[in-house]
C-alpha cells in the first residue's frame, strides 16, 4: 500500500503509515494504481484532514474492487472544541479533537465499536454495534460531564477551579480589608497636618 501526504509517498505491507505534518489542512492520496495495491479500492482514496493539536489519524480501509464500502461516520456532542476523543472499530483507533468526526469505510455486514475516554468526560453510547445496509451510517457519540462540574471551566484564572479560585479571591479581600481597618485605626483619628 502507498499513502501520499503533501510531497512524500510512504509504502507499507502492513496497515499502519505515520507522518508529520504542521498545523493547518492537509491533503492525503491512497494509491491504488498498478504500482499501488491492486485489486483493491481505497475508502477514501483522498482527502484532508485538519491538523490542530493532537495527533489526527486517518482510516484507509482497503477493500476488494469487488466489494462496496460504505462510509460509517462518528460524531460527537458536548465536547468542547479541541478535546481529544476515539473511536475504536474493528480493531482500528482513530482519534480527532472535537468538533471534528472520524470516518471509516466498511462494505455490508455489523461492527463494533467502543469510545475513548476523553477527560473529564463520559460517552454515550460507550461501545454498541454498527449495521452497515447498503447505505453509509452515523453513529452520533453524547459527551457529558458529572453533574456539578464542567471541564470547559475546569480551569479559571491561573489555572485554578473556580471554587478554588473564588475562595483564594475572596480571602485576599478580607486580608485587604482587615488591613486597611488596622491602617486606619492605627492613625487613631489623626488628621494629616496642612
Same mark, same amino acid.
Given at each position: ?66 466489494? =462496496? ?13 479541541? =478535546? ?59 459527551? =457529558? ?50
Amino acid at each position: 500500500m502507498k499513502i501520499s501526504l503533501g510531497l512524500v509517498t510512504a509504502a507499507a505491507a502492513f496497515m499502519v503509515v505515520s507522518f508529520g505534518a504542521t498545523l493547518g489542512s492537509t491533503a492525503f492520496h491512497a494509491i491504488t494504481s498498478s504500482r499501488g495495491v491492486s485489486g483493491y479500492a481505497a475508502g477514501p482514496s483522498s482527502g484532508s484532514d485538519r491538523v490542530s493539536g493532537p495527533p489526527v489519524s486517518k482510516a484507509i480501509m482497503f477493500t476488494s474492487s469487488g466489494a =462496496t464500502s460504505y462510509t460509517v461516520t462518528f460524531s460527537e456532542g458536548g465536547l468542547t472544541a479541541g =478535546t481529544a476523543w476515539s473511536v475504536t472499530f474493528r480493531g482500528s483507533a482513530l482519534g480527532t479533537a472535537a468538533p471534528d468526526t472520524l470516518d471509516f469505510y466498511q462494505p455490508n455486514g455489523t461492527y463494533a465499536f467502543t469510545v475513548g475516554p476523553s477527560t473529564g468526560y463520559t460517552p454515550t453510547p460507550a461501545s454498541g454495534n454498527v449495521t452497515v445496509d447498503g447505505s453509509a451510517q452515523v453513529v452520533t457519540i453524547t459527551f =457529558t460531564t458529572p453533574s456539578g462540574s464542567s471541564p470547559s471551566s475546569g480551569s479559571s484564572l491561573f489555572g485554578l477551579s473556580p471554587a478554588t479560585f473564588y475562595a483564594l479571591a475572596g480571602t485576599v479581600i478580607a486580608i485587604l480589608i482587615a488591613a486597611t481597618v488596622m491602617v486606619l485605626r492605627m492613625r487613631g483619628g489623626r488628621r494629616p497636618k496642612p
